[in-house]
């Protein structure tokens, strides 16, 4: 996954008030924006983590010369 720059991707955000479109206050929309990154930037940081994880599970099992069924056969 890639970083969106969402002010780019969205330079206008709009709420839905009573079936209207408003265009959200510079206020709304910083917080919005705000918000997305910080979620983006938790996936990204949880994505590394887990590719970090199964590489480190590969090496382990490649310097181990066993498969991850053996391994589990193992800890069984």
Do not use: D, R, V
């Not at 206020?27 to 949880?46: D, R």
């Amino acid at each position: 996954m890639t970083k969106i720059n969402f002010k780019e991707e969205y330079p206008k955000l709009f709420k839905n008030i009573n079936g209207e479109q408003i265009e959200m206050t510079t206020e709304e929309y910083e917080a919005t924006i705000a918000e997305w990154e910080a979620n983006q930037i938790e996936k990204l940081a949880k994505q590394a983590e887990a590719e970090a994880k199964a590489q480190a599970k590969a090496q382990l099992l490649a310097q181990l010369n066993i498969t991850e069924e053996q391994a589990k056969l193992l800890l069984s």
